[in-house]
């Protein structure tokens, strides 16, 4: 048993320092600096497995923390319930039910059971013992601490609180015992990963009645949530039992890994059919156009499905949403005063508005796997005048393909400015126009710069460039900060307008000096 | 003509992949790059493609015993896993080429007798090219390569995974495209490599060398070729 145990923490180990090597190498510079035969360099895996240890005694309650603070006590506080202690338990038993068929441990098919069951040829039942006792050992563990701070702090008695980390346990055995039973009796495998019609109908219940039925006044009473909890650590205890008898645990998980790695080689040809998906396969599409404007016109037309479809359906919703905000200004007109103030200061909202809106990386995704994948590795496309024709080509149509939208929004706000009771300086109007449009025509040529600059992907499809992952991540960052700003209109308007401008015309000098060696396969 | 590659090395890291590549094609003969596994046969494709950077050295062509430059179009590059732009149909792929290199192409035909030429079915020639067959899609990839007449044409494994008629088709297509053009090879098949190729050329140890056929019958030559890769892989 400690045998056992010892190889596979070793194994998890081994598999979790390298994942760490793998994603420092994925760091640009850094990955200069390193060596190949990092996976061989001393220092840096006494670095790596002391990551790996801390991370492996801070994952036993950072995520119960986690849990709490945000699903149960955060949530509770939402509430003025009378009885918090009572609402702190209804939200919890509720969600552990939940917890307790869709996060089993046991039921998921992960990566380190099919390479010490399959691959190494451990035995089943002693390997799932082990392993399955030490993560039923951490959730009690990882509870306790929260339970009691959150548990008490939430106004629950103190018995209740010390029960909950069993309680949690119990439940999660006594429904991995059951479904050991299911299997014995009918051959149906319980897969994690795998869930059912009828399961994802009863999460979405379950939650339904965690957090609607609280809003409504109905929880169930301390004695249910208690005798429940009770009734499940009893339950937990006769499943111990079940789950150390059952004797078929390696044709069971020759089965449930078998399914799920065929699934995981699969990612890249699926994520490959879900790109090919999009393409239109209507006939009558043709072009009567010429070279590179013949390839764009089809591509645009063969594509419009997350293009002119998704922007024009976007470009509705606005309409109503500035309609519907027009039709309370008449019916609510203290709503006036109000919204005048807010876009009078709250343009750079927008800038979050327009990124999440704006079409640019559905775009150079489909531009890649559909169309740029293939025809980069012949060598007439590579050539250096048509890389930068069709760069123009592409930019021009992805500014059309954003403009709409902006432009609807970007009337809209003025009008709404207008009717709001208007403003003293008129320029506000142009400017909250103008740089609307001009937000939405920086994102399209950010997103197509970096694309062809970076080319992230390389010809099996795969998302190869670190870089390429941290300038989108830096993007969304850099937005979602600037909803926290505050400024006005004027003021930003006219920034954001000289700054897309500057950035506009950098990238364009960078994409003719450097795309024609940049835009390959990697 | 001629393409030569002088002193051409790779590496990654510090592993050697290609550590010395000094060879002359010469054009009209179909050459077979032999090498094991992990020997850098696409590497070597793929620097002569320009797809990755050489560490060192060059590679040209001499026209008449003039050298000069490789021009993208120069070179014509197969690869074993046919790519092709999935939202166009076969004619549409094929009239989009022949706009964009309306200039280099000298006596363009019809499109339908290009598809004809391989044997492409008329009714499959209407279709988005995602929906085409392995061995289709392979076709369509090699009448690209083949109509911009390029000086030099390399083939990474391209038969391995055509089923017996189509790679028989090939076989003939390439027999009768030899002259005139360098047509290089790469496969695992030694038969295969035996029976189309007019040199046999090794990779191994990061350098190309010809092995020299003399008077050996086939199952002799075969024997002298795995021994030269036996041998250097163990010094």
Request: charged share 20%; net charge positive; with cysteine.
């Amino acid at each position: 048993m400690t045998k056992t145990l010892k190889i596979s923490f070793a194994l998890k180990n081994t598999y979790r320092v390298n994942s760490i090597l793998y994603s420092i190498k994925q760091i640009p510079l850094v990955k200069k600096l390193l060596p190949d035969a990092l996976y061989q360099v001393h220092g840096l895996k006494v670095f790596a497995n002391v990551l790996s240890l801390v991370w492996e005694i801070v994952s036993v309650f950072l995520g119960k923390f986690l849990y709490f603070i945000l699903m149960i006590s955060g949530a509770a506080s939402l509430y003025q319930a009378e009885d918090p202690g009572k609402l702190f338990l209804h939200i919890l038993v509720l969600l552990t039910v939940i917890g307790a068929f869709s996060n089993t441990f046991m039921f998921n098919p992960s990566r380190d059971k099919y390479y010490a069951m399959i691959l190494m040829r451990m035995d089943a039942r002693e390997y799932t013992l082990v392993n399955y006792g030490y993560a039923i050992l951490k959730v009690a563990v990882g509870f306790l601490p929260v339970s009691l701070i959150y548990g008490l702090g939430g106004g629950a008695p103190l018995w209740v609180c010390l029960l909950i980390p069993f309680f949690v346990a119990g439940l999660k055995l006594a429904m991995a015992a059951y479904s050991l039973r299911d299997y014995e009796k009918t051959g149906r495998i319980t897969n994690e990963n795998g869930l059912n019609k009828f399961m994802w109908i009863a999460i979405l219940a379950l939650l339904a009645a965690a957090y609607g039925l609280p809003a409504v006044g109905i929880m169930l009473p301390v004695s249910v949530s208690a005798g429940f909890m009770i009734l499940s650590v009893l339950c937990g205890a006769v499943a111990v039992w079940k789950i150390l008898v059952f004797d078929k645990y390696r044709e069971m998980y020759q089965q449930i890994l078998a399914k799920s790695m065929a699934q995981m080689d699969d990612v890249n040809t699926m994520s490959r059919q879900m790109s090919q998906k999009v393409i239109s396969a209507d006939t009558g599409i043709t072009s009567n156009r010429k070279g590179f404007e013949y390839l764009n016109e089809l591509f645009i037309r063969r594509h419009q499905k997350i293009l002119w479809k998704s922007s024009k359906k976007i470009s509705l919703v606005c309409v109503c949403l500035i309609f519907g905000i027009l039709l309370a200004f008449y019916l609510v007109p203290e709503l006036k005063e109000k919204i005048n103030g807010l876009l009078l200061s709250f343009l750079p909202y927008f800038v979050f508005i327009m990124y999440s809106i704006n079409r640019g990386t559905g775009f150079t995704r489909a531009l890649f796997m559909n169309c740029d994948h293939s025809l980069l590795t012949y060598s007439f496309y590579k050539r250096p005048d048509f890389v930068l024709k069709l760069f123009q080509i592409r930019l021009r149509e992805i500014i059309k393909v954003n403009l709409l939208p902006a432009a609807i929004i970007g009337a809209g706000l003025a009008a709404l400015l207008y009717a709001s009771g208007g403003t003293e300086n008129p320029l506000n109007y142009g400017v909250l126009f103008v740089s609307i449009i001009f937000m939405s025509i920086f994102f399209s040529v950010h997103y197509l710069t970096v694309y062809y600059l970076l080319q992230p992907y390389n010809a099996g499809t795969e998302m190869k460039s670190g870089t390429y992952q941290i300038v989108l991540s830096a993007t969304y960052f850099v937005c979602f900060l600037l909803m926290q700003v505050q400024m006005p209109t004027l003021l930003f308007g006219v920034m954001t307008i000289l700054f897309c401008l500057a950035y506009c015309v950098a990238a364009c000098i960078l994409i003719y000096r450097l795309a024609p060696k940049t835009f390959r396969l990697r | 003509m001629k393409f030569i590659i002088e002193h051409l090395s790779k590496n990654f890291e510090k592993k050697e992949v290609l550590r010395d590549i000094d060879f002359t094609f010469e054009s009209g003969k179909i050459y077979g790059l032999l090498g094991r596994n992990g020997a850098g046969k696409t590497t070597l494709f793929n620097c002569l493609n320009r797809d990755m950077k050489t560490d060192g050295g060059r590679f040209y062509m001499e026209d008449g015993g003039l050298p000069r430059e490789v021009a993208a179009e120069d070179i014509g590059y197969v690869l074993s896993t046919p790519t092709v732009p999935e939202f166009l149909t076969g004619r549409e792929f094929l009239r989009f080429f022949l706009d964009i290199n309306e200039k280099s192409i000298q006596d363009p035909r019809p499109l339908d007798e290009y598809f004809d030429y391989m044997s492409i079915e008329p009714e499959d020639r209407n279709k988005l090219l995602k929906d085409y067959s392995h061995g289709m899609k392979n076709k369509m990839q090699m009448l690209i390569n083949i109509i911009a007449r390029p000086s030099v044409l390399l083939l990474d494994e391209p038969l391995t995974s055509l089923d017996v008629v189509v790679a028989e088709e090939m076989k003939q297509l390439l027999r009768s495209l030899k002259n005139g053009r360098i047509t290089i090879f790469s496969t695992h098949i030694m038969d295969l490599a035996l029976d189309l190729c007019d040199e046999i050329v090794l990779l191994n140890h990061g350098v190309l060398e010809v092995v020299d056929r003399a008077d050996l019958d086939s199952s002799e030559f075969k024997d002298k070729i795995i021994a030269a890769l036996r041998e250097e892989s163990h010094d």
